[in-house]
């Protein structure tokens, strides 16, 4: 069974919609759960992360872990045209080199 | 904001040549990364590297790479003879003890002919 499965898309959406992108993992001892924004030809950069089941928000992005399902979401509201990227949730397994284990990345397209 | 920076941005090589690639994580952070991305694939782990030593690798990470930190700044990735397969953007990141969140550098993109 893959460790993190995320649906590769392409989502492409309207100016102001709500977006919603979503991870399922496989490890229960993953404790950080993350999203990362890809820009074509960067690297990933650090949108949140959180720990617990529930929500955290920041700005128009929402984190959403639900660990009994194992399943973790991230909701963009008031999407822009700038928020066109590819997100790629990842997963943090602790120890002491906290390695990074990566979805694949979804590609979304906000047309204005 | 402090920025992890690699070099180069685009490396051509011929198969069973040595690439080097560079990075200049930021400058107090303690643990350093490499990964990679083969086109159309997922990012994955190569190696940890902590404390001056490798911490933990991958199994992609085999006798051809190496790590090191030649001085307090660098850190380099060293694929000893290439492989066409190995050919993938290579991403470079550091952390800090206080910051589960990884920087990553913009990768450089190898290509192996």
């Known amino acids: 069974q893959k460790e993190v499965e995320q649906d590769p898309g392409p989502l492409s959406v309207p100016e102001g919609a709500i977006v919603s992108l979503n991870c399922t993992y496989s490890?229960?001892?993953?404790?950080?759960f993350m999203w990362y924004r890809q820009y074509s030809r960067k690297g990933p950069e650090l949108l949140m992360y959180?720990?617990?089941?529930g929500n955290k928000e920041d700005g128009r992005f929402t984190a959403q872990v639900d660990k009994s399902s194992k399943y973790i979401s991230l909701f963009i509201r008031d999407s822009q045209p700038s928020d066109s990227a590819t997100y790629l949730c990842?997963?943090?397994?602790?120890?002491?080199?906290?390695?990074?284990?990566f979805g694949k990345g979804t590609l979304l397209t906000v047309n204005p | 904001e402090p920025e992890v920076t690699q070099t180069p941005s685009h490396q051509v090589t011929q198969m069973g040549q040595e690439v080097i690639l560079r990075c200049v994580p930021i400058s107090n952070h303690l643990y350093f990364y490499w990964y990679r991305q083969i086109l159309g694939q997922k990012v994955e782990f190569l190696v940890s590297f902590y404390n001056n030593e490798i911490s933990e690798k991958s199994e992609i990470f085999d006798d051809q790479f190496s790590v090191e930190r030649p001085d307090g700044s660098n850190f380099t990735l060293k694929i000893r003879s290439t492989k066409l397969e190995d050919s993938a953007m290579y991403f470079c990141?550091?952390?800090?003890?206080?910051?589960?969140?990884?920087?990553f550098g913009s990768g450089t993109r190898l290509t192996v002919v």
């Open positions: 990141a550091s952390r800090n003890t206080a910051n589960y969140g990884y920087t």
């Open positions: 990842a997963i943090l397994s602790g120890g002491s080199n906290y390695k990074l284990t």
């Open positions: 490890n229960s001892a993953f404790q950080y």
């Open positions: 959180t720990y617990s089941s």
